[in-house]
């Protein structure tokens, strides 16, 4: 069988890096380009953290391209106070890495998106882990997008849990609710990895012990974002046992989908601001009949895929 060409759309922060650590290493998948977004921090610094990240890891020969910079309802963006408390000010836990030799791609990341569904259809998988901005803008731009890309798994939404922004609304979703909602009701494939299963993903300070007992570069930067990240998430009183493995979940049940259990359902997002309910993701009652187009991850072996990212990353970090 065809190793499955994967394009990450990452708003580069502590989890997007974790999750870029596996879809590099992982051999059942070739990795062919992130797409920079919004969300965790600027584009641009996103930008230049997954090279300098992808620097990191080896792996040089992945573009980057950056998408749009912030919703399809604005015309500028700022990061989240909450955002930085949690990823840090540069969106990686305040640490420095190397600067990557290679450059941002002058192509656009909508643009690269829309080639690549066109050349690699069904076997290409399309993972987003920030707003759904750049996949709505893609196929607005060419309405053929919804149908080739063969499996869209995102990282976003909250069906069977509260939202982490609001009562109902996710972060990822909350950046952008009207391109969501597009995204949700005209893409086919798709699978949704919200915090319904990715809250139940907890990784701890005795994980990233074990990365530093390896000695290597890799091993100590990855293991200092991480530590930032669960001290965040303890400050903030989000979880004081560990973080959530958000985005590595997504990237794992891409290319593993026994990971998680999912229901059919075709999905909304409301973006009425006056509804009280804006940005929720949740069943389109008008379509509870129709054929459905959408999955939604409602559990997770959790205890298997924490073990299987730590062997994972494990082995990317010792080299």
């Not at 990895?193 to 930067?221: C, F, M």
């Not at 903030?236 to 979940?249: N, Q, S, T």
């Amino acid at each position: 069988m065809a190793t499955k060409k994967m394009i990450l759309d990452l708003d580069t922060g502590i989890d997007d890096a974790l999750a870029m650590a596996l879809a590099v290493e992982d051999p059942r998948i070739d990795l062919i380009g992130v797409i920079s977004s919004y969300g965790n921090t600027l584009i641009e610094t996103a930008g230049q953290n997954s090279l300098d990240l992808l620097h990191l890891l080896k792996a040089d020969e992945v573009p980057v391209y950056l998408g749009d910079s912030h919703s399809s309802t604005t015309q500028t963006f700022e990061t989240m106070p909450i955002s930085m408390a949690i990823h840090g000010d540069n969106g990686i836990g305040n640490i420095k890495l190397d600067p990557a030799t290679r450059k941002i791609e002058d192509q656009s990341g909508v643009q690269f998106l829309i080639d690549a569904a066109h050349q690699y259809g069904d076997n290409l998988i399309y993972l987003p882990t920030g707003p759904l901005t750049n996949l709505a803008a893609a196929i607005q731009k060419d309405p053929a997008v919804a149908e080739l890309i063969g499996q869209t798994t995102l990282m976003g939404g909250a069906l069977t849990v509260p939202g982490n922004v609001t009562p109902f609304t996710e972060a990822n979703i909350h950046q952008d609710p009207e391109a969501a909602d597009f995204v949700f009701t005209h893409q086919k494939n798709l699978t949704m990895i919200g915090l319904d299963v990715t809250l139940r993903t907890l990784l701890t300070k005795k994980h990233t012990k074990e990365w530093r007992a390896l000695g290597t570069n890799a091993g100590a930067q990855y293991a200092d974002m991480m530590d930032y990240y669960i001290d965040a998430y303890d400050r903030l009183d989000i979880d004081h046992r560990g973080a959530a493995l958000h985005d590595p979940l997504a990237v794992a049940v891409a290319i593993d989908p026994n990971y998680v259990t999912t229901i059919d359902l075709n999905m909304r997002v409301t973006y009425d601001r006056n509804s009280g309910d804006y940005g929720r993701t949740i069943g389109d009652n008008q379509k509870l009949l129709d054929s459905t187009t959408t999955k939604v991850a409602v559990n997770v072996d959790n205890e298997r895929f924490v073990r299987d990212f730590q062997d994972f990353m494990l082995d990317i970090l010792k080299h």
